[in-house]
């Protein structure tokens, strides 16, 4: 696992000057998790203290981020970088999507919409695009944005990455993005500015300017902080 940390902050490291919307409020989160042959999923033992939720009307494992206060009139842009590593014999296969609260589930909760739910329930707080179905090992980026699905747009109160699989390992970043849609500007950043690194190695310049893990929070969206409890 320590290697295949090491060879996905190098993949990190190769995004760099990455675009994206200017006009925005950032927020990073890392994830990882061992599915079993049963389908089971776990932490991997040296990843980042994350949960997962099992969903049994769907069938989905979800691992909740807080992301800006619900608004109606800014968008979500949502990325996802993910190394997929087989765990032990085949089958080894993944299906992952991303998904957010919908306006139905009550804004300001210091939670997101956890299990137990009914299906009708999780059908009105949760939305989900289609899912990406991987069988083979390797290095991955997805990209989803709320107004592709919903017009007009909205900026969601809370993000999840959502997987079910057998017989894997997987290491990930997910960068949730709150902006003004009405901006024509864009922008370009990269992981080292404002970032967090994994790890690094040769000759990679300035790595101080690098200020830690990134965690929800609310500077250019508008409506306020994080509620209480949140996290």
């Not at 040296?46 to 989905?60: K, L, Q, R, S, V």
């Not at 919908?102 to 909760?109: A, H």
């Not at 299990?115 to 069988?135: C, D, G, K, N």
Request: proline fraction near 13%; charged fraction near 15%.
């Amino acid at each position: 696992m320590r290697v295949l940390a090491v060879i996905f902050a190098v993949v990190l490291l190769a995004l760099a000057l990455s675009a994206g919307p200017a006009w925005a409020d950032r927020s990073r989160d890392s994830f990882d998790a061992v599915i079993d042959d049963t389908g089971f999923v776990t932490d991997a033992p040296d990843g980042p203290a994350t949960e997962w939720y099992y969903y049994p009307n769907t069938d989905w494992w979800n691992v909740w981020f807080y992301d800006h206060p619900f608004e109606w009139d800014w968008d979500k842009y949502i990325r996802v970088w993910v190394w997929v590593e087989p765990l032990g014999p085949p089958p080894s296969w993944i299906q992952l999507t991303v998904n957010w609260s919908t306006p139905e589930y009550p804004p300001g909760m210091p939670d997101p919409p956890l299990p137990p739910l009914t299906p009708i329930e999780e059908l009105m707080y949760i939305f989900r695009p289609p899912e990406e179905e991987i069988t083979e090992p390797g290095y991955y980026v997805f990209e989803y944005r709320v107004s592709d699905f919903f017009v007009p747009p909205y900026n969601p109160e809370w993000v999840s990455v959502d997987v079910r699989g057998q017989n894997v390992i997987i290491i990930g970043w997910i960068e949730h993005i709150c902006y003004d849609p009405t901006a024509t500007q864009i922008g370009c950043y990269s992981w080292e500015n404002t970032g967090t690194i994994l790890g690094y190695y040769g000759n990679l310049v300035a790595p101080s300017n690098v200020t830690g893990p990134q965690t929800g929070s609310c500077g250019a969206c508008p409506g306020g902080g994080i509620p209480a409890g949140a996290s």
